[in-house]
C-alpha cells in the first residue's frame, strides 16, 4: 500500500472498535435507564381518592379554606361546565344604588346520591325559578326542587330537591340571582374612572 494521502480523517481499526464499543455501552446505559424509569412509574402509589362526602341536605359542608369566609362546598357534585349571564343595572349619570342581575346554568356529575344541591352564594339573593334538569341526556327529564334556603351566615344557597340525583350521573342546576355592585374591589365591582375631563 502506498503513503496516505488528500485530506479527510483516517481512523484506525483499534480506535474505530474503541469507539463502537463505547457507543454500545453508552446505548445499553440508556437502554437500563429507560427500563428502570418504566417500572419505578409502574410501581408508584396511585393518588389517594377523594373523602367522602356526607349524603343529603342535612351534611353540613366542610370547613372553610384558610382565608375563605364562607364554607367549603361538599364534594358529592362535581361542577363541569358554568352558562352564566349578567345584566348590570347602571345607567348614566345613576347616583346609585347600582344593581345586576343574573341566570346561572351549572352541569355537575353527580358522585354519590344526594337529595340536595349546595351553591356558594356570597352577596347574591336567589330570586326566579330554579330548576334541576337531568339527568342527561334524557330529553325533558328533571328533579324538581321542594323548597330554595339560603343561608346568609355561610354565604351558600342550598337546593333541596324532591327526588335525588344519581351517582354517575350528569345534571344541570339553574339559578337566577340579583346582587349589588359595590365598590370594594371584591367579586363583582363597580369602578370610578375620569376619561377626557368626564367622570365615569
Avoid: K
Amino acid at each position: 500500500m502506498g503513503p496516505r494521502g488528500g485530506r479527510g480523517l483516517y481512523v484506525g481499526r483499534r480506535a474505530a472498535a474503541l469507539l463502537a464499543a463505547l457507543l454500545l455501552a453508552l446505548l445499553a446505559a440508556l437502554l437500563a435507564l429507560a427500563a428502570l424509569y418504566g417500572r419505578c412509574r409502574q410501581e408508584a402509589p396511585p393518588p389517594p381518592p377523594p373523602s367522602p362526602a356526607a349524603p343529603g341536605p342535612t351534611a353540613p359542608p366542610g370547613p372553610a379554606p384558610a382565608g375563605g369566609s364562607g364554607r367549603r362546598l361538599p364534594g358529592h357534585l362535581l361542577p363541569l361546565h358554568y352558562d352564566l349571564e349578567l345584566w348590570p343595572r347602571v345607567r348614566p349619570g345613576q347616583a346609585g344604588p347600582f344593581s345586576f342581575s343574573g341566570q346561572v346554568n351549572i352541569t355537575v356529575r353527580c358522585r354519590q346520591d344526594t337529595d340536595a344541591a349546595v351553591l356558594h352564594s356570597s352577596g347574591l339573593r336567589s330570586y326566579g325559578a330554579s330548576a334541576v334538569r337531568g339527568p342527561l341526556p334524557e330529553p325533558g327529564a328533571a328533579v324538581e326542587v321542594a323548597r330554595l334556603r339560603q343561608e346568609a351566615a355561610d354565604e351558600v344557597t342550598v337546593l333541596e330537591l324532591r327526588g335525588r340525583l344519581r351517582a354517575g350521573r350528569r345534571y344541570v342546576l339553574q339559578l337566577g340571582f340579583q346582587g349589588r355592585l359595590e365598590e370594594d374591589l371584591d367579586g363583582l365591582f363597580l369602578t370610578r374612572y375620569t376619561d377626557q375631563g368626564r367622570s365615569r
